[in-house]
T-cell receptor, first 114, second 116 residues
Framework: DAGVTQSPTHLIKTRGQQVTLRCSPK?????VSWYQQALGQGPQFIFQ???????QRGNFPDRFSGHQFPNYSSELNVNALLLGDSALYLC?????????????FGEGSRLTVL | AQKITQTQPGMFVQEKEAVTLDCTYD???????LFWYKQPSSGEMIFLIY??????QNATEGRYSLNFQKARKSANLVISASQLGDSAMYFC?????????????FGKGTRLHILP
């Protein structure tokens, strides 16, 4: 049973570029959340997708957008990259049938913006 | 406003001792859930324990227990008989509303060092 998988694991971009990060949730999970984790900080909630719709959004600008596909996988897009976007981006999935609120996390995509 | 507060940026504890990691939260909801996650140096986030706001008993999962004091809005994690493998970042988290589309938010974390 594959857990949450994310790609790519590492990437380097320059300011102003655009990036797309991908996530496949754990089998049987229908809800995907994205978090940004700066070095030494806690994960910051970006947004959450369920039934291909954005259901919740954190305090992130419109440069951050996402999508969920019919197979529950998800993408995070960031436009016009800034140096401050450098972070570990974590994808987490869950299901209402599991322990309440238990999130399963991927290993993350580490983005470096130069 | 900060919803989850972890006031201990770092802690050093001798192996085999018990350790308490502090967490306070802020919510006006009656229904909410509180969680603790562990993040080792390898980076993956590991779910440890859950406490619902209406649960009368403190949650326990093996060596982990959650000291839930609702009136004080605190949800401290207690690790009994600490082990070297417990060295990691620990995050307290909260889920408000407990409905279909609620989100889970995290504190800034506490780095725990277990000394041999």
């Amino acid at each position: 049973d594959a857990g949450v998988t994310q790609s790519p694991t590492h990437l380097i971009k320059t300011r102003g570029q655009q990036v797309t990060l991908r996530c496949s949730p754990k089998s049987g999970h229908d809800t995907v959340s994205w978090y940004q984790q700066a070095l030494g900080q806690g994960p910051q909630f970006i947004f959450q997708y369920y039934e291909e719709e954005e259901r919740q959004r954190g305090n992130f600008p419109d440069r951050f957008s996402g999508h969920q596909f019919p197979n529950y996988s998800s993408e995070l897009n960031v436009n016009a990259l800034l140096l401050g976007d450098s972070a570990l981006y974590l994808c987490a999935s869950r299901t209402t049938r599991g322990r309440p609120g238990e999130l399963f996390f991927g290993e993350g995509s580490r983005l470096t913006v130069l | 406003a900060q919803k989850i507060t972890q006031t201990q940026p770092g802690m050093f504890v001798q192996e085999k001792e018990a350790v308490t990691l502090d967490c306070t939260y802020d919510t006006s909801d009656q229904s909410y859930g509180l969680f603790w996650y562990k993040q080792p140096s390898s980076g993956e986030m590991i779910f440890l324990i859950y406490q619902g706001s209406y649960d009368e008993q403190n949650a326990t999962e093996g060596r982990y227990s959650l000291n839930f004091q609702k009136a004080r809005k605190s949800a401290n994690l207690v690790i009994s008989a600490s082990q070297l493998g417990d060295s990691a970042m620990y995050f307290c988290a909260m889920r408000e509303h407990l409905n279909r589309d609620d989100k889970i938010i995290f504190g800034k974390g506490t780095r725990l060092h277990i000394l041999p």
